[in-house]
């Protein structure tokens, strides 16, 4: 277990201005403060260079002998295939606007995690090698030299960016930081720089269909496992259709949702309310993932995991893609999916089975979130909804980074909480939807030895909650991300004590009654429902 300091210590964060130069200042690992690297043989199964035993606290990194050649031939073809990293590279200003705007800069003080600085720690080296003005005028140009501890100051900090994009809204250019950021991670896998946080999911993605690496049989178990709860709280049978051929939608979501608490609970709500809908609907074992780790790693692993979703909805003949609640797959889906690998024309526009409503915004992709579906049922009355089961919650959103930047999906889970739900409360304005803060573990950080820098990272989501709780008495925070759902209780037991964590269809599941089913008298966790105590007794 990783040790940290309490709260009231973490919260004592220096933000005065260093005595030296950020070029002057050396980068500093301590535990707490980096991921541990890719192991060897996952860098070799993945086909990656210079796979070695390192670590972070080494002075020799055992960097390949010609590295600065390699880093920069590979610098000189992302300018060339990107065009929008060469347009971050020359039009910042530094006005400094997105300066105070990111979670780990706020939580920690860092000046180096202030975006604009983030992004001048690979634009010094762009000025030094591609500016020939900068190359006579050095320093004084904001120019420097490409040497090993470059490397290692990159490795820290751009693995301490979660990619949320929070900066970009703020900057009067449109500079993305998160693909700075992303450029920067593609030029130290060249050199063997990687973290195994990211690299071993995105194996298993790769060999299972799935981060975790569930095999196909252990995935259906952990289904029916699942379905056994559901039939003790509800008395109803679920059988799942699972690698059918031939149904009209398949269901994807991440597997974060059939492992681990509380995900398995939102993985129940989806469960009961297909069953509920008598939805023509398959799940997959080879599609067994809508993350994607690809997105922290390269754009080659980000297109390859991307693609295996589409094959699987042909393979089975599906006549579109129904995606469950997941952070950075809908940022796949939404921004990167129809030029990578769209069109999906042998897919069909989402259209509601049980309402017709069709989903223009999903032509491109083909693929629907949760939230948009199940807001439109409700709109249309079909759902059999009882909120009062949810009393027991008095719960606040938290507007996931990739569905609230990456699609602007606000209003569609808002609508889902409201009539699930009878106590709803919202966080303050600009921490929600666009402004929304980071968890501090996206981007592939969620990792045990990072847990201190996540939770100062997690420091302005972890004050927005105790607000709410303090004002309101919230005792919930849901959330529409996989990532959230691993990452945000432990966050909240540390800055928000007594709040805890819950997927939007875990609340969904518990509203819903199904045809038949038996009188309730707990939720999804089992816990008693309002009023239900004495009889679970
Ligand atoms: S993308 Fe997010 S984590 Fe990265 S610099 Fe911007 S605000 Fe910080
Ligand atoms: S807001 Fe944009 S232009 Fe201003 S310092 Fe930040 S990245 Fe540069």
Redo the contacts with the bound molecule.
């Keep these: 277990m990783a040790k940290y300091p309490p709260p009231e210590e973490l919260i004592k964060i220096n933000y005065t201005t260093p005595v030296k130069s950020w070029m002057d200042t050396k980068t500093a690992f301590k535990p707490g403060n980096f991921s541990y690297p890719g192991k060897p043989d996952i860098l070799k199964y993945l086909g990656m260079p210079n796979p070695r035993e390192w670590t972070p606290t080494d002075d020799d990194w055992k960097l390949p002998p010609d590295w600065q050649r390699i880093v920069m031939e590979k610098f000189r073809s992302l300018l060339k295939k990107y065009r929008s990293f060469k347009i971050f590279m020359d039009i910042c200003v530094r006005c400094g606007a ?1 300066a105070d ?5 706020i939580g920690g003080g860092d000046p180096k ?3 604009v600085l ?2 001048e720690l690979l634009r010094s080296i762009y000025r030094g090698e591609f500016s020939a003005a900068a190359k006579v005028l050095g320093k004084l140009a904001g120019a420097r030299k490409l040497e090993e501890d470059v490397i290692k100051e990159w490795f820290l900090y751009f693995y ?9 809204l703020f900057c009067p250019y449109g500079i ?3 693909e ?2 992303m450029m920067a991670r593609e030029l130290l896998h060249e050199v063997g720089c990687n973290i195994n946080w990211i690299l071993e999911p995105a194996a298993n993605c790769n060999r299972t269909g799935n981060h975790l690496g569930i095999q196909p049989h252990a995935y259906k178990d952990m289904m029916d496992f699942l379905c056994d709860d559901i039939e003790e709280i509800t008395g109803k049978r679920i059988r799942p259709n699972v690698n059918k051929k031939g149904c009209e939608i398949l269901f994807i979501t991440p597997s974060g949702d059939i492992f681990a608490d509380p995900g398995i609970y939102t993985y129940m709500g989806y469960l009961i309310l297909f069953e509920h809908l008598g939805l023509d609907v398959t799940w997959s074992t080879y599609a067994s993932e809508g993350g994607n780790f690809g997105l922290f790693t390269s754009d080659k692993m980000m297109k390859k995991l991307n693609a295996k979703m589409y094959a699987e909805a042909e393979r089975l003949g599906a006549k579109w893609i129904l995606g469950g609640e997941c952070g950075h797959m809908w940022r796949v889906i939404n921004q990167y999916m129809s030029t990578m690998n769209g069109p999906a024309d042998f897919l069909e526009t989402p259209v509601s089975p049980i309402t017709g409503t069709k989903f223009d915004a999903a032509a491109g992709t083909k693929m629907l979130h949760i939230a948009e579906f199940t807001a439109d049922l409700i709109k249309h009355g079909k759902l059999n909804l009882d909120p009062s089961r949810n009393d027991n919650f008095k719960t606040t959103f938290h507007d996931s ?1 990739n569905p609230a930047r990456g699609m602007g999906l606000f209003e569609e889970p808002r609508y889902v909480l409201k009539n699930v739900c009878r106590y709803f409360y919202e966080m303050p304005e600009n921490t929600i939807r666009e402004q929304t803060f ?1 968890c501090g573990g ?2 592939g950080l969620n990792n045990e030895e990072f847990t201190e820098t996540r939770l100062r ?1 997690g420091l302005p989501r972890g004050n927005a909650v105790k607000y709410v709780r303090d004002r309101h008495g919230v005792n919930n925070l849901a959330c529409v991300c996989a990532i959230d759902r691993a990452t945000l209780p432990p966050l909240c037991d540390y800055w928000a004590p007594g709040v805890g964590v819950s997927g939007l269809h875990e609340l969904v599941g518990n509203a819903i009654i199904l045809d038949g089913e038996k009188k309730r008298t707990t939720d999804l966790r089992q816990n008693p429902l309002p009023g239900m105590e004495d009889e679970e007794e």
């Design positions: 997105c705007k990111c979670h780990f800069f995690n202030m975006p983030r992004a301490q960016c979660t990619e949320c994009r929070r900066c970009s993305d930081t998160a700075i950021t980074c980071c996206g981007a990272g």
